[in-house]
């Protein structure tokens, strides 16, 4: 066995090893020899809060395992705690006869719903950008509401209203305490650690995360063997931006390899957007939807 290890605070014993057969040891040596190499102290950034539509599925592969291949997206399996709330509003508005604009990046995703539903394209239309919103056509402007897609990046809303409150002035909608930021809290918890590093390492799915502002490194690592000496060598503080946010997810194999090559910091950023005045749950559920249903512009 090589290894090259160090003492931690707490005490331990930490460090990389390489156990081989005897033919192999010259391997074992100059592979503990290249990762000694980047060893130095290091913090990790985390953006650390409640994933949109609930926790990963049980059966996606966590690192350091190959992924099969691509994720779906987490709105198809999950559920969001206001969807069940939003799609009531929604089918109140085509009870009383409205078109309905389904508003938000991830307004796609609700397809499996809609057919499930029985609901049709002249029924519900898709708006997840605003050439979408410039161009959609309804058959009544008069009878026209609103519902944000669930999960989708409340950054994008206020651009696709404007452009439809521009074309639709009777446009009706969602009223906002149904409107769901954990997307948009992610996102921006993910920009900030990502601008604050060196490296961004990018587990899982990433379409929630955007990217840096600059620059900077951005890796994706779908298994540990995807990270090589050189991408960490130079990286004092490095980002992990991963599918997970809980102590079981791929994000603690990375920070646990990491913490081979040095000491490490392992700093937890949050964001929460709280609705204080939260209509969902100052009223009964019927009267809630009654309510909201009958909003105006």
């Known amino acids: 066995m090589t290894a090259t290890t160090y003492i931690d605070l707490d005490g331990r014993v930490v460090g990389i090893a390489v156990a081989a057969p005897a033919h192999h040891t010259d391997l074992a040596t100059r592979t503990v020899a290249t990762w000694s190499r980047t060893l130095r102290t290091r913090r ?37 705690p206001r969807r069940a709330r939003t799609r009531a509003v929604l089918g109140s508005y085509l009870d009383r006869g409205d078109t309905v604009l389904l508003l938000g990046s991830e307004a796609e995703q609700e397809h499996h719903w809609r057919e499930r539903a029985g609901l049709g394209s002249a029924d519900v239309i898709s708006v997840p950008d605003p050439v979408s919103a410039g161009k959609v056509t309804v058959p009544a ?33 969602q009223h906002p305490d ?3 930021y954990a997307a948009s809290d992610l996102l921006r918890m993910a920009r900030t650690v990502a601008d604050r590093s060196d490296l961004t390492l990018l587990l ?33 503080t490095i980002a992990v931006i991963g599918a997970g946010t809980s102590a079981e997810s791929s994000d603690t194999a990375v920070i646990t390899a990491l913490s081979g090559l040095g000491p490490l910091s392992v700093v937890h950023h949050r964001a929460l957007s709280a609705v204080v ?13 009654d309510r909201i249903a009958g909003q105006g512009r």
């Open 44 to 80: 990790v950034l985390v953006p650390l809060g409640d994933l949109p539509c609930g926790p990963p599925p049980a059966t996606e592969p966590a690192l350091p395992g190959p992924r099969p291949g691509p994720l779906h997206p987490l709105s198809e399996h999950l559920d969001c």
């Open 141 to 173: 402007p008069e009878r026209l509401s609103f519902v944000i897609g669930s999960c989708a990046r409340l950054d994008d809303v206020p651009a696709l209203l404007r452009i439809l409150r521009r074309r639709f002035p009777m446009l009706r909608g």
């Open 178 to 180: 149904l409107w769901c």
């Open 204 to 236: 899982g799915p990433t379409a929630h995360f955007g990217a840096p502002s600059d620059r900077r490194a951005v890796r994706r690592i779908d298994t540990l063997g995807d990270l090589s000496p050189s991408d960490v060598a130079d990286a004092a």
């Open 277 to 289: 005045t939260d209509i969902d749950k100052a009223a009964p559920p019927t009267a809630a939807a």
